[in-house]
């Protein structure tokens, strides 16, 4: 297994338990990995009155980088605009509040990683904070 590859592995186990975190806490996923030229959102979710778009950073433990400087204003803007294709493409969804939530999620650094730990933000950022 070479190094994307286990990059990869890190990365879904890190969205997969976001996912079962979100659902648990009575969130329903929608889409994950959407994908458009202007952005990328890594889960999509409804819960009542908000459709929350979440930004999933995983690191392996140990790591010096936690990734919370990975969360960049170039970023953020990267997500809203990819946010507004979605509801677009979506308009089922355009009267939801509309929430960016960023999750951090810490697994072993093994070749199939467990999740250690899981810091998860709710309204993490705004249109608002990327001006």
Known sequence: MNVGNV???RGKTGENAVCDYLEENGATIVKRNFRVKRGEIDVISTDGEFIIFTEVKTRKYGSYDDGTGAMTKTKMKRIIAASECFVRL???YENLYRRFDTAYVTVTAEKFPRVLDIEYYKSDFTGLSCQ
């Open 90 to 92: 979506n308009p089922e």
């Open 7 to 9: 990059s990869q592995t």
